[in-house]
Every structure is written in C-alpha cells, then in structure tokens.
C-alpha cells in the first residue's frame, strides 16, 4: 500500500471547461471572469492539499479481499468487469484534495458569490483529473517494468465495493469516508481501479 502526497499543476482552459458545464448560463468568458479565474487558481494552494492512497491486487487477493474473480463478468451497478480475458492484476486507489475546498465553498455560496462558487468547484474537479492522471503515471510505471499495461482509470460508486475499498486502504489515513447517505466525502474525492493487462505481441 502506497499513501503520497503531492502538488497540481492546474490547467485554466480545462477549468473553464468545467466552469462551463457547471455553469451554462455563461455566454461569453470576459476578460473580467478570466482574471477572477486566475486569481483563484494561485489562490487555490490555500485549500486543496491532494493525497492518494493505493494498492495493487493479484487475482488471488482480489477474491479474498473483494470477493469476486477477476474473469468473472460482474455488474456493479455503474460499471462492469467484462472482457477481462487478459487482465492479471488490478490496482484499487482513493483520491481526495482534502476537505478545506468544502469550506471555502460553503462561505461563497453563504455570501452569494454565486460565479465565484463555480470557479472553485471547477478548480476542484480539474485538481482531482490532475491527480487522477499523476496517479495513472506512477501505476503505469511500474506495471511496464514487469512488461505489462494498465487501462484508463474507472470509477466506483457502487456503495458495497466503496466500503471495501476504503476498508482495505484505510481510506480514514487520508480523510476519505461515507457518510449516512453512503455518499463519498469530502466532497472532491474520487475510488476508483486501473486494470492491468498482458500486452498482446503483434504479429510479424
């Protein structure tokens, strides 16, 4: 099991991207919203404080510690294990950016500063894919040492598998727990898996 702590390099054209979604009203992005956009994101090193946690699994200790086979086609509700005729190992992991975006976000919103609400949650959700991706690279790296490749991230909310994971994890080490309504929290975090594979030689 592996716990690391480490920075974001932010990506303003991917936070308006999100900003857009979040909020679709916006026509235009104004050079008066592209400064505010800037400023919070050097601001924002005063409340995301990123940290994962994450482990890889044989076949063997998937069955023992999750219960179900790697082979097996299951339906988790939100995703499936199908096609997993070359897939050895996966690896389970528990993203967060800590709870002090929560904060930050409620006294905006009590304040009514409705765009600049947006503005963080979207920075939050790019802090989180840029710790998704940091994440891939590391786990990437080890498996291509042993000559294997691993697939895109996927995400978990089945709740039954939530509370294995975070179980197994120790999700508590980093802050990452459900709450009454079985909902992950804080509020920017992220369980997921990354399958590794066998890589298939071409032919020649």
């Known amino acids: 099991m592996k716990i690391k702590k480490f920075k974001v390099d932010l990506r303003k054209r991917e936070i308006i991207k999100n900003f857009k979604i ?10 008066e919203l592209n400064q505010l956009i800037e400023k919070e994101i050097k601001n924002s090193s005063n409340y995301i404080f990123p940290s994962c946690i994450f482990d890889t699994f044989n076949e063997g200790q998937i069955k023992e510690k999750f219960n179900f086979k790697i082979e097996e086609t299951l339906d988790f509700g939100d995703f499936k294990l199908s096609d997993n005729k070359n ?4 690896t389970f992991f528990l993203l967060s950016i800590g709870d002090r975006i929560d ?4 006294n905006l919103d009590n304040s009514g500063e409705k765009i600049h609400s947006y503005i963080v ?3 939050g959700l790019e802090a989180c ?5 940091f994440i891939y690279r590391i786990i990437n790296t080890e498996a ?5 490749s691993i697939l895109p991230a996927q995400k978990i909310t089945n709740t039954d598998l939530l509370k294995k994971i975070i179980d197994v994890l120790s999700g508590n080490k980093i802050g990452i727990s459900l709450d009454t309504n079985n909902n992950l929290i804080p ?16 032919r020649t």
């Open 22 to 31: 979040l909020y679709p009203e916006l026509k235009e992005i104004t050079e």
């Open 87 to 90: 897939i050895i190992s996966m």
């Open 103 to 106: 904060e930050e976000i409620r």
């Open 121 to 123: 949650k979207s920075i």
């Open 129 to 133: 894919q840029v710790g998704i991706n």
């Open 144 to 148: 291509e040492k042993e000559n294997y």
């Open 187 to 202: 509020c920017f975090c992220y369980a997921g898996f990354f399958k590794w594979y066998t890589k298939i030689k071409k």
